[in-house]
């Protein structure tokens, strides 16, 4: 009985904490480091003070912190996850061609996520430059590793190039939403605006990587035996 109640203190704990961090992720994400008070987020989450949400991270950079190097942390290993079973399978160049769609599923989840890092990026640099390096650096290390691991039709020095603009074609449709919004008039996170988002990344994604044939005419290709060059 001892042992139940503990584990139910430890849940009870993990989902404050969640709660705590997707609360945060939120509040940044819309106004950045300087601009966000402990007290809202602790509001947001239904504490009865902002001590209590000390109990969770020490002051407001840890948690800071914590929220996009869960974010980000998350990412990678995606990223990395999919180029290790790639090499493992022999069929990295496949595998490879999935990893913006995975992201995009993720994002989905997280659609606060990339305006967050565009702000971390942007005004917060002043207040946590170390921090931001030391997460988002893997990141960019990693894309360029795979890009380079594949043949592409770029030159070597276009690579950083290349992984910005696949950054941004995945990450800014999300960290610009609410601009888009204000232009289209239209809710850009609606579940058939991301639908239509996602077919336009696999075909954009599939010219930039020098896969000039559509994702999905490949398969029926693949499938029938027919694959061309």
């Known amino acids: 009985m001892k042992s139940r109640g503990a584990a139910a203190r430890m849940q009870d704990t993990r989902s404050t904490r969640d709660s705590i961090l997707d609360a945060a ?29 000390y109990h969770h991270f020490r002051n407001k950079r840890a948690l800071y912190e914590a929220v996009l190097g869960r974010g980000v942390e998350a990412i990678v290993g995606l990223v990395a996850g999919r ?20 992201l995009l599923d993720y994002l989905i989840e997280h659609p606060h996520l990339p305006r967050l890092i565009q702000r971390a990026g942007i005004d917060d640099t002043r207040y946590l430059k170390t921090s931001v390096t030391q997460l988002l650096r893997p990141l960019y290390t990693q894309g360029l590793r795979i890009l380079a ?7 070597a020095a276009q690579l950083p190039h290349l992984a910005a603009g696949l950054f ?23 579940s058939a605006a991301v639908a239509r988002q996602r077919r336009f990344l696999k075909a954009a ?13 490949r398969s029926v290709l693949r499938t029938r035996g027919r694959m061309h060059p």
Not at 38 to 53: F, H, K, P, T, Y
Not at 149 to 155: F, K, S, T
Request: no cysteine; aromatic share 6%.
């Open 25 to 53: 992720e939120r509040r940044f994400a819309e106004r950045g480091f300087a601009g966000v008070s402990v007290r809202e987020i602790a509001g947001d989450v239904g504490l009865r003070n902002q001590a209590s949400l």
């Open 83 to 102: 180029t290790s079973a790639a090499d493992r399978d022999g069929r990295q160049a496949e595998l490879l061609d999935e990893g913006p769609e995975r």
């Open 149 to 155: 691991a594949r043949p592409v039709p770029w030159e």
């Open 168 to 190: 941004n074609l995945i990450f800014g449709y999300f960290a610009n939403a609410k601009l888009l919004e204000a232009v289209t008039q239209a809710d850009p996170l609606s």
């Open 205 to 217: 994604v599939a010219q930039l990587l020098g896969n000039t044939t559509p994702p999905r005419v």
